[in-house]
């Protein structure tokens, strides 16, 4: 997965980098910025391509943020 294809699900998910974070038990949103970032971006490990992929599909753990959660 590409920082572009990242950036994309996460953006139609209409979550922010802090509660993609969240979610994924980083505890800082920079975690999710490298990830995503233009230049020189930290590579997506497969395990999390495959969970965002899922996400995208309409999966949703019970902790997902509600949209006044921002």
Not at 27 to 36: A, K
Not at 39 to 46: C, F, L, S, V
Not at 60 to 67: A, G, I, Q, S, V
């Amino acid at each position: 997965m590409t920082n572009h294809e990242f950036r994309a699900i996460r953006q139609r998910l209409g979550i922010t980098q802090a509660q993609l974070a969240r979610v994924l038990g980083y505890e800082l949103p920079l975690t999710v910025s490298t990830m995503e970032r233009e230049t020189n971006p930290k590579p997506i490990p497969e395990l999390l391509a495959r969970l965002m992929r899922a996400y995208d599909e309409g999966y949703r753990p019970p902790d997902w943020p509600r949209k006044d959660d921002q």
